[in-house]
């Protein structure tokens, strides 16, 4: 929603914050000076595809459909009880968001363009103060109702005010919804951080207002929702698996946008409570694809007759979108970890170098950024262009701000580097705590085994450092609760920001976030000259702007020592039956594996023979 390597699992924001580029609405008010409706857009303004596009490039448009996808998905996902994923309550099914439509999809080989889907175009004011949306009258709902302006006004009026707590934060200066008639919807903006609202709205999932008014939105069910899209909900056990159904009557599967994609009759997901019985599982035959976030078992888990002799293959595919924020992170809620200092000690404690040789088989680079693997990270002394962004705030900034950016230390790879380890203590006897001061206490939070071989290496340096830690293991529903809540002291984590970072940023690292259950930012920043620049983020009219901003917030993220920095490999590693074919273009920025992949019933029943 695509977890590096042995993270619990990917924390990733619901549907509003893979905010794609925006297509820019049609239907001009005569009181409103507008720009030309057009068929998409990004946030700049680029567009690879035109308005007579017949499919996008990464998709084969005559992949045959049939057959089923069953899978794991996302990292660390073991269990559901609700089938609503928009709200805060409840721990939701995935694949979910096959069941809804949107005004606009994305493109997945632009950062952040998007293009019409239920809207066939888009308008935005010349102001920016506004955007509409001119509708397909042929999109219909599951039961075939159609879908109108109303159902669009009715999501987003629903998702602001009883949606997760982030619909709230992104969609706060989205002032309106109107249905101007039945197929043409307008939202308008207040305020001057408005570059990314219409690419908000352009992506919210559209709900039905006549199946939501009878029912209640806010409360977990597992009753099937009814949506607009590809898939429907099939069978399902709660906490054991969900299946999804292609719908053949979707109204919307010959547009240009859908040619090629979503092939599989069926998608499933089966939820295993660990990731050696997921492993087996999949060499047994029970599921067909799984993705591969462990190294040990990468490198030796796959040792198999049926990899040896090419039925069960292994793919390495490339990931070129910016590879997240994946580490221990620390709660500056609590009172010890609102010190500095004792932040810094805590990640000096961790020996990256040794687990890399050790338990990584060196397949990993260190993590330095909250930007890495893209040209938003920081390095090097900051531009004059960043310096501009920083200046007005020296005097509350870190000297190490105006350096070269934090970058965790470089071990001798021992496992206990003697001079880190050292100066890890005088921090904390600094701070008051350790030799001779209070004792600090760290508890590390999480939910599963399979992390226990690089956390009690930490663990037992921590205590050399005079750190009273432990590892507290909880069950997964627990281990949501505690995390929406807040109530850990540390722990591992992994988010991903899109290419085109902008409103939901502030879920992330805003001030605002820190005190909202449900929101990403786990560190609990709050920090004035983060918030200034994360407008700067959202203000930027310029891909140029855009990475100036996002290098200085990082420069200031870093310095603040708020996580410890794990690791990232810039690839997918993908193990899947000998059943499926792809198109000969991977989409650039996802791996395309559920919307671009198809059956291959010739490989299948080849393999069935076997």
């Known amino acids: 929603m695509v977890a590096m390597q042995a993270a619990p699992f990917e924390r990733r924001a619901p549907m509003l914050t ?22 998409g857009l ?30 794991i998905g996302t990292a660390g996902r073991t269990t559901f009880d609700s089938f609503n994923n928009y ?10 968001e096959y069941l809804f439509d949107s005004l606009m999809t994305r493109a997945l080989d632009e950062p952040d363009a998007v293009y019409g889907l239920v809207a066939a175009s888009a308008e935005v004011a010349l102001d920016g103060k506004s955007v509409t949306f001119t509708m397909r009258p042929e999109a219909k709902f599951a039961d075939g109702t159609p879908v ?23 969609l706060r200066d989205v002032v309106k919804a109107e249905a101007l008639d039945p197929h043409t919807v307008r939202y308008e903006f207040t305020g001057d951080l408005i570059r990314d609202l219409p690419l908000v709205v352009a992506e919210l999932p559209i709900l039905s207002k006549a199946y939501y008014t009878a029912r209640p939105f806010d409360q977990t069910s597992l009753d099937k929702p009814l949506g607009s899209g590809p898939y429907e909900i099939g069978a399902y056990k709660a906490g054991t698996f969900v299946s999804y159904k292609r719908r053949p009557d979707y109204w919307a599967r010959d547009l240009p946008v859908n040619r090629g994609r979503f092939n599989f009759d069926e998608l499933r997901y089966d ?48 990931d070129e979108r910016p590879s997240g924020a994946q580490g221990f992170f620390i709660n500056t809620r609590r009172e010890p970890f609102k010190d500095k200092r004792v932040r810094e000690a805590l990640g000096l404690a961790f020996d990256f170098e040794w687990s890399n040789k050790n338990l990584f088989f060196e397949l990993y680079t260190r993590t330095q950024s909250f930007f890495e693997n893209s040209d938003m990270k920081a390095s090097g002394p900051p531009s004059p262009e960043e310096l501009k962004l920083l200046e007005p705030y020296r ?14 230390p470089v071990t001798d790879a021992s496992g206990r580097d003697r001079k880190h380890l ?27 085994s399979g992390f226990d071989r690089i956390v009690i290496p930490y663990i037992d340096n921590l205590k050399r450092i005079g750190v009273n830690a432990s590892l507290r293991r909880v069950d997964p529903a627990q281990y949501e609760r505690r995390m929406k809540s807040f109530d850990f002291d540390m722990t591992t984590q992994r988010y991903a920001l899109r290419l085109t970072p902008g409103v939901e940023v502030k879920s992330y690292w805003g001030s605002d976030a820190a005190a909202m259950d449900g929101s990403f930012n786990l560190a609990g920043i709050k920090d004035p000259v983060v918030d200034a620049l994360i407008t700067k983020v959202i ?21 603040g020592q708020y996580w410890v920095p794990h690791w990232y490999k810039a690839m997918h590693n993908v193990a899947f039956w000998d059943k499926y074919a792809r198109p000969a273009v991977k989409p650039k920025y996802d791996e395309g594996v559920i919307e671009t992949w198809w059956y291959d019933a010739d490989k299948a029943a080849k393999l069935a023979k076997n």
Request: glycine share 8%.
């Open 18 to 39: 893979r905010l794609a580029a925006l297509t820019i609405a049609a239907a001009a008010l005569a009181t409103t000076a507008s720009a030309e409706p057009r068929h």
């Open 42 to 71: 990004s946030a700049f303004g680029e567009l690879k595809y035109p308005a007579d596009f017949k499919h996008f490039e990464y998709v084969n448009p005559g992949a045959p459909k049939g057959g089923r996808l069953a899978m």
């Open 87 to 96: 709200i805060l309550k409840g721990d939701s099914a995935q694949g979910l």
């Open 148 to 170: 109108t302006a109303d159902d669009v006004v009715f999501s987003f009026e629903t998702l602001k005010q009883k949606g997760h707590p982030n619909f709230g934060l992104s």
């Open 271 to 318: 939820y295993y409570r660990d990731r050696t019985l997921e492993l087996e599982g999949l060499k047994a035959g029970s599921f067909d694809f799984r993705e591969e976030f462990t190294s040990i078992d990468w490198a030796t888990g796959y040792d198999v007759p049926a990899v040896k002799e090419g039925r069960l293959i292994r793919l390495t595919m490339p």
């Open 395 to 408: 005097d509350r900034l870190a000297p190490e701000v105006f350096g070269e950016p934090y970058s965790p």
């Open 422 to 448: 050292k100066r890890a203590r005088d921090l904390l006897t600094a701070a008051g705590y350790g030799d001779g001061g209070r004792p600090l206490t760290v508890e590390i939070l999480s939910f599963e």
């Open 539 to 559: 203000e930027a009219k310029s891909r140029a702007e855009l990475a100036t901003a996002t290098r200085a917030l990082d420069r200031v993220l870093r310095a």
